[in-house]
């Protein structure tokens, strides 16, 4: 069986180098299906040589090879990841078919496609390296006519690319902290706004951060999620606290100060609202903050000496 389906795919494969556009957007929509619905055909795709192929067609102005070609490629990264990302020119063309797609389908699955390589630790030095990769991402999120998905699987790229430190700096310097605060603020999809904290929360943690986050008014969107009257989610809750804990950290006591100055009662309440009843990792970061902002609250003395 494992023969047939070899031989099944390598012809497939073979008509991707075909002179006839047809056959080629042929041979794609059934390696798109058979990646699909075929677990056991990742690999044999991969291993057929297909993915220098597959990653010339996203330089294709056609929308259907376009659209099949990052479909393809998104069920391959499923369980061959290593082969994809050692494939010459590979991320060169998802990069470009995430900054050019011909449809928002493709912004989709190329978003998609850097995300599932992203749960490799390895490759997040590697795919952060890649700034046309990063300003793509960005870019869907700043634009607010990007469909819902499409910013949603950007939105979990770029968290994949934050949790490796030295990628943070850069994601500053594109614009990744404008476009994510201003996600927040002007769209009211709680999905959306709870992962784009989760990468607020991330990218807070470098030098670099302070200063963009004052300039995007970063801090009073903070401390406004954290505000019970606002209604949101314990997750973006935890995410302003761990955004605000993380800029405190890095920045020192010149940070901490100016965030204790800015601090208000209802904020206090937020994080202590946290500390009583968020995650466990919630708690022990909101109680971390309080701490460090010295906030003096009988709640907060009670769950002090609760914890320790």
């Known amino acids: 069986m494992d023969v047939v389906k070899r031989r099944a795919v390598k012809n497939l494969v073979s008509k991707l180098t075909s002179v006839s556009e047809q056959t080629r957007t042929e041979a794609l929509c059934e390696l798109r299906l058979l990646s699909k619905n075929d677990a056991e055909s990742r690999p044999l795709i991969a291993e057929a040589d297909a993915v220098p192929l597959i990653a010339e067609s996203l330089y294709s102005p056609a929308v259907i090879l376009q659209e099949n070609a990052t479909a393809t490629l998104l069920n391959i990264s499923i369980s061959s990841k290593e082969h994809l990302m050692s494939s010459q020119g590979f991320l060169d063309a998802l990069s470009h078919a995430l900054r050019h797609p011909a449809s928002p389908f493709v ?13 490799l630790e390895s490759f997040r030095p590697i795919i952060g390296h890649k700034r046309d990769i990063i300003f793509g991402l960005v ?10 998905r499409s910013i ?5 790229a770029l968290f994949g690319v934050a949790l490796y430190p030295l990628n943070r700096a850069q994601m500053v310097e ?8 201003s996600l927040v ?4 999809r709680v999905g959306l706004i709870e992962d784009a904290t989760a ?15 004052k300039k995007a008014l970063g801090i009073e969107v903070l ?15 935890e995410n302003a606290v761990s955004a605000l804990l993380n800029l405190v950290q890095v920045g020192g006591e010149e940070v901490a100060s100016d965030v204790r100055g800015r601090m208000e009662a209802r904020v206090v309440d937020g994080i202590l609202d946290v500390a009583e009843n968020g995650s466990e990792k919630g708690k022990s970061k909101a109680l971390a903050l309080l701490k460090v902002l010295e906030a003096q609250d009988a709640r907060f003395e009670a769950l002090t000496s609760h914890s320790s």
């Open 174 to 181: 594109l614009g990744a902290v404008q476009a994510l605060f």
């Open 223 to 237: 401390m406004d999620l954290l505000d019970n009257a606002t209604g949101s989610s314990y997750r973006v809750k």
């Open 107 to 119: 912004a989709q699955c190329a978003a998609a496609t850097i995300f599932s390589l992203l749960s």
């Open 139 to 148: 870019e869907i999120v700043r634009n607010h006519g990007s469909a819902a």
């Open 185 to 188: 603020v002007k769209d009211g």
């Open 199 to 213: 990468v607020i929360a991330q990218v807070a943690g470098c030098e670099e951060s302070w200063e963009v986050f």
């Open 152 to 156: 949603k699987d950007a939105l979990r």
